[in-house]
């Protein structure tokens, strides 16, 4: 019977050290909404959204990165975006995008390592496609 | 919404509430055999037929007015089109929500009817609980009426998207439903049995239908993978998505309770765990259902349903079965006999229950992050969710322990073991699986000491497995090798898992057409571009060299004519030890046009235009050439700013005869060779368009281009275990027959 008592008292130490894994690497991975302000003080993976500013898109196709600024839906503030990777289909008719990655203080910009791109579509109001 | 009677298609909606008439005259029927009416019987099971025969004439009836398109209804307004393929006409039953749950219910409901025959001495409460869980489909579905007609009859529907236009959309969506009906079946005969305090007879009824529904989702499951890999590029089989958590979670708890049920029946083992397990079984395939169906996480899956205004309904759903299986188990769970946990650290019955505790965790860890948009909004600001990397993560220790576990159990007995003796007979398979990781360590690439006590656990359990099915085969035929054939299967899978999402490689590309570009130890050159033809889409042709192999791959890039969405499929160039998948991106034809209003400016292939005004005065007066009737020319002024900075301005000429409406545009040669020209003008806009020839402006292609290797033992292994499974299912399915048979012996 002690035996047995052993036996639960360890497999509840091991489900609580699991229990306090999965919660580190769920806050790790959380990646929160935030503002531009939040995420240029933020020292983690943030996700932002907003809509493309009009003509600010640049893709460096040597490089393969592509640049844009997004423009915060309530409010004035702008943020300059950076993106590895080619660049998406209908980007330019996006009602918003959201870029996921980690506020780059060298380069002033946003440093996404993936996007969601909401464009318009006949089915269900809108269609968001994933990129990165 | 309740709509007004002469809103509805009134057969349709007829034919549905008679149903709940039907069903709920089968549930008084059982409740007065219950009371001892056992007369009652013939007209509960009658009434319940009739139930059934209510939901398959209206399934009938939404699926020929599918088929006829007729517009009326605005589920097929929705849903259906008149370009719409045959075949497609009918899977657009299940594209939307009212649909699949229509279909649901109608395999529930014909699912009841074989119930029936099975459920024993506890017929009438199994059945009135069964059919407690369909009524609550049923009432969605007169609430969500799917029978709503327009007030005006549209001449075409709006067609199905385009996404769900695949092969895989006629099968995958109806046997995923046969896998939700069948989760309810194992909750009714566990409900019931505590009700009415009859512990004994459940689990052996219940348990062919617990592994047939295991079996059916994890067919519909394997189908939804290849459905994601082959044809909608999502670049793996698996992307966490919510949609597809949705259906893991049931899976992972179904797993946990078919193994509970094997220790009931065959040690008196997990008596009470059971009716936990059949209760969190049916509540995950509800709770999947209010994550993926009421619109909470519209923001953040690519597949979920927008908010119907179910929510309401889904929540009580869940909260009245929730609420009656915790009032069962807390009323009753007490007075389940048991016996006492004597068994030995290292036996059979310990690390089974390990290994299906660490299962349980794993689905509670990917139901927790399925939830985070949930979760996340009540202590932040703004929902947020978790992305692959969390469930890959947290997943990663689960599989090395289930690895571990499964190796272990073939050797291990019932009433314990020595630890030497078990170490010795792992000595042979240890010997094979440190071959695999030798392999794998030296050309496979696998360096990370992690992912190498990885590879040497799962094939560990592969070898004893396997080892065990051959003996058990040999031994006792192979019905009784099901388990062990299915646990070889979980070896495979594990490998194939490692193997093609820790070891991949994906590039991605730009092509020019015609040139050839490296990408790793390949030669990449795109071909041609190939148009439609006849049902097959626009294809690109992309030849592949590698050594001295050489093929071609066609990806498809296409636009949908009706919707205008951009439509890609991958393809996939398989052998035996990696798929070569190519997956288009974008796509640009390489004869650039631009449409300009006055100032506007644009890109023309690598070269600046600003469009600054027409020139009324190019060939004489404009205007006058126009009063007078005769032909009219119009010059169009641009900037043209070339690679370099030059900026020069032309005057591209546009001629028109309103006699005949003949066109001339002659080319305006640009400084750096080639013309531009004016290939229409927009007089709505009041905008030009503009063409460049003779300039070399080759279309490009961007592909992702990744290389998974071993992704086949993925698909292999889980056909593997699902055979096992079906082996299992035979094999329990011919126990209850033969225990009925000694039964009916008996009792004469």
Known sequence: ????????????????????????????????????????????????????????????????FLYFTLQEPEGADTIRVRYKGLKPANFEDAISIVAIGQYDE??????????????????QGAEVKEYG | MLESLSQLYLPGAVTLWAAVIFALASMWGYSLVLRGDGGSLRFARLSYNFFALAITLASLMLGLLLMMRDFRIEYVYQYSGLDLPAHYQFAAFWAGQKGSFLIWLLWGALIGILIKRTAGRNEPMIMGIYTLTLMGLLFILVRENPFVMLKQTPLDGQGLNPLLQDDWMVIHPPIMFIGYAASAIPFAFAMAS?????YDDWAARAFPWALGGFLVLGCAILMGGYWAYKTLGWGGYWGWDPVENASLIPWLLGTVMIHGLHMERTKGRYRRANYIL???????????TFLTRSGVLADFSVHSFVDLGISGWLVALMGGFAALSLWLLATRLRHVPTKPNEDPFLSRGTFMVLSTITVLVSSVVIAFGTSTPLVTRWFMENPAQVGPSFYNKVNMP???????????????????DDLKAVLRKLLVPGLFSLAVTVTAAAWGGVHDPLHLIFVFLAGLALATNLHKTVTRARAAGIGAAGGYLAHVGVGVILLGFLASSAYDESTKVTLEAGTPKK?????LTFTRF????????????????????????????FINDRTKQVMANPDIRSTPFQDLYVSPIDFDPGQPQLQLAKGESGHLGDMGVRFVGFDLQAEGNAMAQMASGGPVTIGAVVEVTQKGGK?????????????????????????????????????????????????????RLSIDVTRKPLIQLVWFGLYIVLTGGAVATFNRLRQVRKRDELAAVVAE
């Open chain 1, 1 to 64: 019977m002690k035996q047995t008592y052993r036996y639960y008292a360890l497999g509840g130490v091991l489900l609580l050290a699991f229990a306090g894994f999965s919660l580190s690497s769920f806050k790790e991975t959380l990646t929160p909404y935030v503002s531009y302000k939040q995420a240029r003080d933020a020292d983690r993976i943030v996700q932002v959204a907003g809509g493309l500013e009009k003509g600010s898109s640049k893709y460096v196709a040597d490089e393969d």
């Open chain 1, 106 to 123: 060298g380069a002033k910009e946003f440093e996404a390592n993936k996007l969601l791109v909401k464009c318009p579509s006949k089915y």
């Open chain 2, 194 to 198: 505590l009700w009415r305090r009859d």
């Open chain 2, 278 to 288: 059949a209760a969190l079984v049916y509540l995950s395939v509800l709770y999947g």
């Open chain 2, 398 to 416: 689960i599989a090395l322990l289930i690895a571990l576990l499964l190796a272990m159990v073939p050797y291990l007995t019932w009433r314990g």
């Open chain 2, 519 to 523: 990408v790793g130890d390949m030669t």
């Open chain 2, 530 to 557: 190939i148009p439609r033809e006849g049902r097959e889409k626009e294809r690109m042709e992309i030849e592949v060299v590698r050594g001295s192999e050489r093929f071609m791959v066609y990806p498809k890039l």
């Open chain 2, 647 to 699: 900026t020069t301005t032309l005057r591209p000429l546009y001629r028109l005869n309103p006699t005949n409406g003949a066109v001339e545009t002659p080319p305006m040669p640009l400084p750096g060779g080639g013309a531009i020209f004016v290939s229409g003008i927009n007089a709505s806009e009041s905008a030009v368009q503009f063409e460049v020839s003779g300039v070399a402006n080759p279309a």
